[in-house]
């Protein structure tokens, strides 16, 4: 391990250093930077016009939508300049800034499908009391929470972070700022760090997945026992997508962040947080949207009304 110095930046060494790889690197994650945004605002936007989505299920996805922009803006548009750039370097401060906003977004996401299960338990189990139960004030400090959570989360992780001291040369082997490879980079103990990784994001996972797996076994019982067939599928068709979109987010996050000594291949470890970095926002939209026929509706309405 080499001697430690006051860090001032880190060089990423990004996903290639072949140039041609880079340039269509380049184009590729562009083109899913501007699907992501253009997709999930969209979507914030439907459900903002459309009356018959104004119901807390639909607030709680066009507030998943907003966190699935913000999620990719902080990671994508660095890593397209990094991949032009002959210098991929970046700011001890611009690292620690991006790393503790990924930490707030990626906790609050999190909170929030957990949130969302609960919405679908509640619409399920206790139809009757639904729109008692998921009130608009209640909606609000659900999401307010689930944003709370993640800036706890940053807060206890980034400020153990940044006191630990780098290993020259200080280079970081991810297209980001991520909390695996800078603690590879430390040169002082980082265990008290792995310790609060490990904590913060097994509380965050542990909680929100035991949430969401109560409130589909609720969800689950109540619907075997609908007596039609199409009740069945209609109740079940109203939790496909958001069952769909935990198993992607969860299975890797927890492939992470669970084993922050950074076991596994770099490829494989960038491979991973490209999935869950770019790949989920991007199809998250498509997953709401082809799978419900309330979405499919508006959007249909929406585009007859236009002039």
């Not at 999930?40 to 922009?69: A, E, K, Q, W």
């Not at 993640?150 to 909390?179: A, E």
């Not at 310790?195 to 969800?219: K, P, W």
Request: positive net charge; proline residues 5%; aromatic residues 10%.
């Amino acid at each position: 391990m080499e001697n430690s110095s006051m860090v001032t930046d880190f060089i990423l060494l990004g996903m290639t250093d072949n140039p041609q790889l880079g340039v269509l690197l380049f184009a590729v994650f562009l083109i899913v930077y501007i699907v992501t945004v253009l997709g999930n605002l969209g979507l914030v936007i439907l459900i903002r016009v459309s009356p018959c989505l104004h119901t807390p299920m639909y607030f709680f996805l066009s507030n998943l939508s907003l966190l699935d922009v913000c999620f990719s803006s902080i990671t994508i548009p660095k890593t397209l300049a990094n991949l032009l750039s002959k210098l991929q370097a970046v700011s001890f401060l611009g690292c620690m800034t991006q790393m503790g906003l990924f930490i707030i977004f990626a906790s609050a996401e999190c909170n929030l499908l957990a949130s969302m299960a609960y919405d679908r338990y509640t619409a399920i189990c206790h139809p009757l009391l639904y729109y008692v139960t998921m009130s608009r004030v209640r909606c609000f400090l659900l999401v307010a929470g689930c944003y709370f959570g993640g800036l706890v989360n940053m807060v206890s992780v980034t400020t153990s972070i940044i006191r630990l001291s780098f290993c020259q040369p200080h280079v970081l082997p991810h297209f980001f700022c991520d909390i695996p490879p800078l603690l590879a980079l430390a040169c002082s103990d980082p265990w008290v760090t792995q310790v609060l990784v490990i904590g913060c994001g097994g509380f965050t996972l542990v909680t929100s997945i035991v949430v969401i797996l109560v409130s589909y076994m609720s969800v689950l019982m109540t619907i075997l026992g609908i007596p039609s067939t199409s009740g069945k599928q209609k109740a079940f068709s109203t939790c496909a997508s958001h069952i769909t979109t935990v198993g992607l987010y969860y299975g890797t996050t927890m492939y992470t962040y669970l084993q922050p000594s950074q076991r596994g291949s770099q490829a494989g470890n960038q491979m991973v947080s490209v999935f869950y970095t770019m790949v989920i926002p991007m199809i998250n939209p498509l997953i709401y949207s082809l799978r419900n026929q309330e979405v499919k509706v508006a959007l249909w309405k929406v585009l007859n009304q236009s002039p």
